[in-house]
């Protein structure tokens, strides 16, 4: 594999529908294969995830002169990709479980920009739910991702047990609702808030 060393760049795919992968790339190789590949130079996107664990983008590699070329690449651009002599991997079996029952549930908050950060949470945290504007997931929901930057802002509180502390919607009248019942909130990223 060819080792592609100098400037990074920040950049993006958009990847089953609507998501939009972010991560870092070099300049140079970015310039040169972002119109076949798919790729948009990250300028400050709304709805951008970056270093998601699950789901992440197919690839697409080539063998050239030099040797074998490897990227992320858009959804839209994989069938002109293989027309042109790339080879398109599969990440679909990176796709995390949901749980529903046993210890731990399957939540996510609504981020702004079309996606929903999920993350695992006890069977006794659930009871905070609704306050924290958490939902829980199911079978159907869409768009999850797990463990990408931006995160959404985290809210604790000292209860009975001791203290619980988890992710909150980022939203501004869930906030203000989660203070007003002794949540301390840390980590708002007012760029983010919708409203």
Same mark, same amino acid.
């Given at each position: ?5 100098g400037?990074k760049v +920040? /950049?993006?795919? !958009? ?7 972010g991560?870092?790339?070099n300049?140079?190789f970015?310039e040169?294969?972002?119109s #076949?590949?798919?790729q948009?130079t990250?300028?400050?996107a709304?709805g951008?995830?970056f270093? @998601?664990?699950?789901p992440?983008p197919n690839r697409a ?6 040797g074998n !070329?490897?990227?992320? @690449?858009?959804? /839209?651009? #994989?069938?002109?990709? +293989?027309?042109?002599g790339w080879t398109i991997t599969?990440?679909g &079996?990176n !796709?995390r479980?949901i749980k529903t029952a046993?210890?731990t549930?399957t939540?996510?908050v609504?981020?702004?920009g079309g996606?929903?950060?999920a ?10 739910a609704?306050?924290l504007g958490?939902? #829980? ?10 463990g990408s930057?931006?995160k ?6 000292k209860?009975?047990?001791?203290t619980? &502390?988890t992710?909150? +919607?980022?939203? +501004?009248? !869930? ?6 019942k002794?949540w301390s909130?840390?980590?708002i990223n007012?760029?983010l808030l919708p409203?």
């Open positions: 594999m060819v080792r592609r060393r400037n +920040q /950049a993006y795919v !958009i990847f089953k529908g609507s998501l939009k992968y991560f870092q790339i300049e140079g970015h040169t294969y972002k #076949e590949l798919g948009t990250f300028a400050g709304v951008v995830f270093g @998601c664990n699950s992440k590699s080539k063998l050239i002169a030099t !070329i490897s990227s992320f @690449c858009s959804s /839209a651009s #994989e069938k002109n990709l +293989q027309k042109a599969s990440k &079996s !796709i479980g046993g210890l549930r939540v996510y609504p981020m702004p996606y929903n950060y993350w695992n949470i006890t069977a006794a945290e659930i009871s905070h609704e306050e958490i939902l #829980e997931a199911a079978g159907d929901t869409a768009n999850l991702i797990w930057t931006p959404p802002p985290r809210a604790s509180k209860d009975a047990s001791g619980v &502390s992710f909150i +919607q980022p939203k +501004q009248s !869930i906030i203000t609702g989660a203070v007003e002794g909130i840390r980590g007012y760029a409203e």
